[in-house]
């Protein structure tokens, strides 16, 4: 697979540090403990994805759905590392041999804004004096290099950010995708309008999807939009015992394998990045969901990231003996280990976590 | 800290907890957090296993036996090293490895250099050795400390013949010693077809000679009658496991 990341150094990225992985799979599995760096992993990756500063706040507020959380400015300047003014530091290299290496650096200064350009920012508010305000001088760029051409592109974009413009950050220019990359956060099942989309487009993808969804309902027989009162679309599952229903009056485990398989699809030819995977999940249904992304991925060409915390998920991804015996997944254990002051990692072959596993309940978590 | 030590069968490992218990007051350390779950090894099926954890303060220990000297390398090798590499940070390894083996007939340079052939860890008889590993997290070097002790050792033998030399430490029990060895020295060419080993004669001797101590028991497995005895009056055999006070 010419896109998939062969290696990766995160020199600096919210709790990461200094953390570099090596022969990446098809399959990666995250493990570690709470704040490890497991999701800052995922997230690194869709960062670089699209190195502009659009992409790079709507990642800063990631985490912040489910939280009252500060402006779009405070979540952009915790996401930068703390311990100097480095900035975010990542480079991966994917099997093609291409290679992209990302920075986003500069520093916060205090600076003067006038009432006009307040108002220019926040139209529905008006401010009648001037405002010392922090606001964050830098530049976001990255380097693109192309093996089979030799071509080495370079983008560079000046930033100044505030508390005020970063409200507006969609405004902020920059389409710069360079890898296909869709993210998946423990939450986003509760949402999945695009997933749903894609795999209704599909035909034989949808059929595929309705019968893995049969782990959860064996009386599953399709999935479709319907019309609410007001006229607008809404995703229904249709049901031989039940009718048609409503899909948000479904259980949580049908939701979460559609936009598993929505991610799927939508990550054709790229990076999957599955957070918490187990979530929603019953633990009886594990092997059928994991042969299933399993199929789907290599069908879709899709390298696959994802998070877990469940010792279970980890058992039953290795009861799959097609990715054991073809190695094509690792297992990648994150530890933050402040007295080197780095995040240190361990990767293991399936085989090996298996072995380890039956001989002396080995914990590939920690 | 955790060390582990390894021993050949199951009466070893019998003698060596009741040291740990008697001499240094360890207790037995039920894993109900699971806190050393992940440094057990488990024992393949048809081995006759041991394998139980002591603790003391901070210090904990695991005493494993591997039903015979032959499986000690490879039981090191398969289950120990993925342990070591596995792992960097001391509460996720063994900082201390103990391996105890009957010396028989052969010589401890032998033994050194049989271990170290079969698992590439040096072991040096009665020494601490300071080892390096690489672990698979990035690559970071771990240390641990190794230790051989071979039993007896002042003389060839196996640990019955330690057994029998704590015994002799008791004047009443010494003429019985002597006796009891006596009569399986001659009555060995007879005995040929079972007595087939030196290692089985010293069994032999040691059995005879608690047979006669224990009459009433003579039928109980030779691992419980043991563990009815007091080792720590017996010289001998806190001598030979002072390695253990080294443990903590």
Same mark, same amino acid.
Not at chain 1, 93 to 106: P, T, V
Not at chain 1, 162 to 177: D, M, P, Q
Not at chain 1, 329 to 356: G, H, M, P, Q, W
Not at chain 2, 130 to 149: G, M, P, Q, R, W
């Given at each position: 697979m010419?896109n ?9 990225f919210?709790g990461?540090?200094d ?9 990666n ?12 992993f995922?997230e690194c990756?869709?960062l670089? *994805?699209?190195?502009?500063l659009?992409n ?5 507020t990631t ?26 530091n990542? /480079?991966?290299?994917f099997?093609?041999?291409?290679e ?8 916060v ?5 006038n =009432? ?9 508010i ?7 305000? *922090?606001?964050?001088n830098g530049?976001?760029?990255? !380097?693109f290099?192309n093996?089979n ?5 370079k ?5 100044k ?6 409200f ?7 389409k ?9 956060s =423990?939450? @986003? ?9 894609i ?13 893995s #969804?049969k ?7 399709d999935?479709?939009?319907m019309?609410?009162?007001f006229? !607008? ?5 249709k ?7 409503? #899909?948000?009056?479904?259980? @949580?485990?049908v939701?979460?394998l559609l /936009?598993v398989a929505g991610g ?7 990076i ?9 999940i019953?633990i009886?249904?594990y !092997? ?5 992304? !399993? ?17 279970e ?9 097609s ?5 094509d997944i ?5 530890r ?8 240190? /990692? ?7 976590v298996?072995?380890n596993r ?8 920690l | 800290m ?12 019998? +003698?060596?907890?009741? %040291? ?13 957090? &699971? ?9 393949? $099926?048809? +081995? ?7 603790k ?11 039903d015979?000297?032959?499986n000690?390398?490879e039981f090191f090798?398969?289950?120990?090293i993925p ?5 960097y940070k ?7 490895? %103990?391996?105890?083996r ?13 271990? +170290? ?7 040096? $008889?009665?020494?601490?050795?300071? %080892?390096?590993i ?7 070097? $771990?240390f ?6 071979i ?5 060839s &033998? ?20 002597e ?9 060995k060419q007879?005995a ?8 089985l ?17 003579v ?9 009815n ?6 010289n001998?055999i ?11």
């Amino acid at each position: 697979m010419e896109n998939r990341i062969n290696k990766i150094f995160v020199k600096n990225f919210r709790g990461l540090v200094d953390l570099e992985l090596n022969k990446l799979n098809r399959i990666n599995v995250l493990v570690g403990d709470n704040n490890s760096g497991k999701t800052s992993f995922l997230e690194c990756i869709k960062l670089i *994805s699209n190195p502009n500063l659009n992409n790079a706040i709507t990642m800063c507020t990631t985490r912040t759905k489910q939280l009252r959380a500060g402006s779009f400015f405070t979540e952009f300047i915790n996401m930068l590392p703390k311990r100097d003014n480095s900035g975010i530091n990542i /480079s991966c290299i994917f099997d093609s041999g291409n290679e992209l290496k990302y920075r986003l650096n500069g520093n916060v200064v205090q600076t003067l804004i006038n =009432p006009i350009e307040m108002s220019e920012y926040i139209k529905i508010i008006k401010f009648d004096s001037m405002q010392n305000i *922090s606001q964050f001088n830098g530049k976001i760029g990255y !380097d693109f290099y192309n093996k089979n051409t030799q071509d080495i592109k370079k983008n560079e974009q000046e930033i100044k950010l505030n508390a005020f413009n970063a409200f507006n950050y969609r405004s902020f220019k920059g389409k710069s995708n360079l890898m296909k990359v869709a993210y998946i956060s =423990p939450v @986003d099942y509760a949402g999945i309008n695009r997933s749903f989309d894609i795999i209704i487009k599909n035909e034989k993808y949808k059929e595929i999807v309705i019968e893995s #969804l049969k782990i959860f309902d064996p009386y599953i027989e399709d999935i479709l939009y319907m019309k609410d009162d007001f006229g !607008d679309p809404i995703e229904c599952v249709k049901n031989s015992k039940v009718g048609i229903i409503p #899909l948000s009056c479904y259980g @949580d485990g049908v939701k979460k394998l559609l /936009s598993v398989a929505g991610g799927i699809a939508s990550a054709n030819n790229g990076i999957l990045l599955i957070d918490e995977f187990e979530t929603a999940i019953h633990i009886k249904n594990y !092997d059928d969901v994991f042969n299933f992304v !399993d199929k789907a991925c290599e069908k879709f060409n899709v390298q696959l990231f994802i998070t877990t915390h469940s010792i279970e998920a980890v058992d039953e991804l290795l009861k799959i003996d097609s990715l054991v015996e073809n190695s094509d997944i690792n297992f990648i254990t994150l530890r933050k280990d402040y007295d080197l002051n780095k995040t240190v /990692s361990r990767t293991l072959s399936a085989r090996e976590v298996r072995e380890n596993r039956k001989n002396f309940d080995f914990e590939v978590r920690l | 800290m955790n060390s582990l030590v390894l021993c050949e069968g199951k009466t070893d490992a019998i +003698l060596l907890s009741y %040291v740990l218990i008697n001499q240094y007051g360890y207790k037995p350390f039920k894993d109900e957090n &699971g806190d050393k779950k992940n440094l057990t090894p488990i024992f393949n $099926s048809n +081995l006759n296993e041991y394998a139980y954890w002591y603790k003391n303060n901070n210090s904990f220990v695991l005493i494993c036996s591997v039903d015979g000297c032959d499986n000690i390398s490879e039981f090191f090798s398969k289950y120990i090293i993925p342990i070591q590499k596995n792992d960097y940070k001391n509460e996720n390894i063994f900082e201390k490895i %103990v391996i105890i083996r009957d010396k028989d007939d052969k010589t401890n340079e032998e033994i050194e250099e049989v271990i +170290l052939s079969k698992t590439n860890i040096s072991f040096l $008889s009665n020494k601490w050795e300071k %080892v390096c590993i690489e672990t698979k997290f990035d690559n970071i070097n $771990s240390f641990f400390l190794t230790y051989l002790l071979i039993i007896p050792i002042e003389h060839s &033998g196996a640990l019955e013949d330690v057994v029998l030399t704590a015994f002799s430490e008791d004047d009443n029990k010494k003429i019985i010693v002597e006796k009891s060895c006596k009569f399986i020295d001659d009555i060995k060419q007879d005995a040929s077809t079972y007595l087939v080993s030196r290692r089985l004669i010293s069994k032999a001797k040691l059995g005879v000679t608690l047979a006669i101590m224990s009459p009433e028991k003579v039928f109980h497995f030779i691992d419980e009658m043991l563990k009815n005895i007091d080792w720590t009056k017996y010289n001998t055999i806190m001598t030979t496991f002072n390695v253990l006070s080294e443990l903590a």
